[in-house]
Nanobody, 115 residues
Framework: QVHLVESGGGLVQPGGSLRLSCAAS????????MDWYRQAPGKEREFVAH???????NHADFAKGRFTIYRDNAKEMLYLQLNMVKPEDTAVYYC?????????WGQGTQVTVSS
């Protein structure tokens, strides 16, 4: 059974940094592309970044230059490094994968950017 568990969220000041983690299990992680999404209060869930099984990445425009997605296949871990965060980055962040045609989501981790 596919299982994704995010962690690492919290309260961070504007301009600060945070690293989000996603522990994956129950599927062939090293062969799977992975994504980060986020959902702010009152807004739709939006794409943040994607990483292929080989480590090629794609980031949303708002994330370019500030966020970095990366993975450790040996540990079956997905990460999102958040730098230079802004109040508008406040959201619940989710990791995601599509496996055999079905989308799987974790429970999310809350990131709050505030002074």
């Amino acid at each position: 059974q596919v299982h994704l568990v995010e962690s690492g969220g919290g309260l961070v000041q504007p301009g600060g940094s945070l690293r989000l983690s996603c522990a994956a299990s129950g599927f062939d992680f090293s062969s799977s592309g992975m994504d980060w999404y986020r959902q702010a209060p009152g807004k739709e869930r939006e794409f943040v970044a994607h990483i292929t099984n080989e480590g090629h990445t794609n980031h949303a425009d708002f994330a370019k230059g500030r966020f970095t997605i990366y993975r450790d296949n040996a540990k079956e871990m997905l990460y999102l490094q958040l730098n230079m965060v802004k109040p508008e980055d406040t959201a619940v962040y989710y990791c995601n994968t599509a496996y055999f045609g079905r989308m799987y989501w974790g429970q999310g981790t809350q990131v709050t950017v505030s002074s």
